[in-house]
Every structure is written in C-alpha cells, then in structure tokens.
C-alpha cells in the first residue's frame, strides 16, 4: 500500500473539553517573552506588553457593557 493508494477515515472533531486543555497547555509552556537582547527583540516585547493590555481592557469593557446592559434590563 503506498499514501496514493491509503484510504483515509474521516476525522471525527475533538471534544471541547480536549481542545480547552490542549489551549491551556499552549499558553501554560509558552516561553514568557523578556526585555532582553537586541533593539528588534525589545520592541517585539513592548508590542506583546502593549497588545495585552489593549486586549484585556477590550475584554473587560466588552464584558461590563455586557452586564450593564443585562442588569438594566432587569431593574
């Protein structure tokens, strides 16, 4: 049997449960990135540094406006 000739099966999808662990461990073992080295590599750190602060502020302020909508519908 050569790969021309193998019949693939169809690949089932994982769990959700599996692809939740499988991101965990990505963002678990990633290496932390350092203000270290080179010019390229510190601007590389300031631009992760400052993607994560925009992006968790975005985060929150889509999460409360989401409550706050919520809560005044309620009262």
């Known amino acids: 049997m050569s790969v021309l000739t193998?019949?693939?099966r169809?690949?089932?999808p994982l769990p959700v449960r599996t692809r939740l662990r499988h991101l965990r461990e990505t963002v678990r073992y990633a290496?932390?990135?350092y203000f270290e080295g080179g010019l390229r590599r510190r601007l590389r750190?300031?631009?992760y540094v400052a993607g994560s602060v925009l992006l968790w502020t975005?985060?929150?302020l889509v999460v409360l406006t989401g409550l706050?909508?919520?809560l005044?519908?309620?009262g």
């Open 68 to 70: 706050g909508r919520a």
């Open 31 to 33: 290496p932390a990135p």
């Open 58 to 60: 975005t985060l929150t």
């Open 10 to 12: 169809p690949s089932t």
């Open 72 to 74: 005044a519908t309620i």
């Open 6 to 8: 193998l019949t693939r």
């Open 45 to 47: 750190f300031v631009g």
